[in-house]
């Protein structure tokens, strides 16, 4: 299984005098953050929204704990084929010109989605940090190929 852009689009917009604030990822302007609202609830490793400008946008095909010879890496650890799957990301990630700090977005496919703690930590431990886009995690019944457990994909704000 190779590692796949999907598509990339121009994006264009202002967000003077909409009530947006900047967001940041480890301190660089990557676009609007706008879910502050208390009428959310707390965002714990995620946050609700991001709107990504100025610039292009890259949307990164969901990646799995597959290496290159497409064996399974992680066996049955949710932890191991997370941090695989993310290595994975980072990889897409470079192939565009990008890096953590431009992820505006991530969805998240896995048979155990009530288990966000060991997936968040597994996160955290590949990026180096603890800053998150916008996110939504989905249960699944099944992935493409058996014996996975997780499948993450992402949308980048490409620099420059």
């Known amino acids: ?56 946008v890259a949307y990164i095909a969901g990646q799995v704990a597959l290496a290159p010879d497409f064996s399974l890496v992680g066996g049955d650890d949710l932890g191991a084929q997370t941090r695989a799957a993310m290595r994975n990301v980072e990889t897409a990630l470079k192939a565009v010109g990008a890096g953590w700090e431009d992820v505006v977005r991530r969805t998240i496919y896995t ?32 992935l493409a190929v058996p014996g996975l457990l997780i499948e993450i994909e992402v949308t980048v704000r490409l620099p420059g």
């Open 1 to 56: 299984m190779g590692l796949s852009v999907i598509d990339v689009v121009v994006l264009s917009g202002d967000s003077a005098g909409s009530g947006r604030t900047p967001a940041t990822i480890n301190g660089d302007y990557c676009g609007t953050s706008i879910d502050q609202s208390p009428e959310l609830h707390p965002a714990p490793g995620f946050s609700h929204i991001t709107v990504a400008e100025p610039g292009r």
């Open 111 to 142: 048979l155990h989605p009530t288990q966000y703690e060991v997936i968040t930590a597994a996160i955290e431990e590949v990026q180096g940090s603890t800053d998150h886009p916008a996110q939504t995690i989905l249960g699944v019944t099944g």
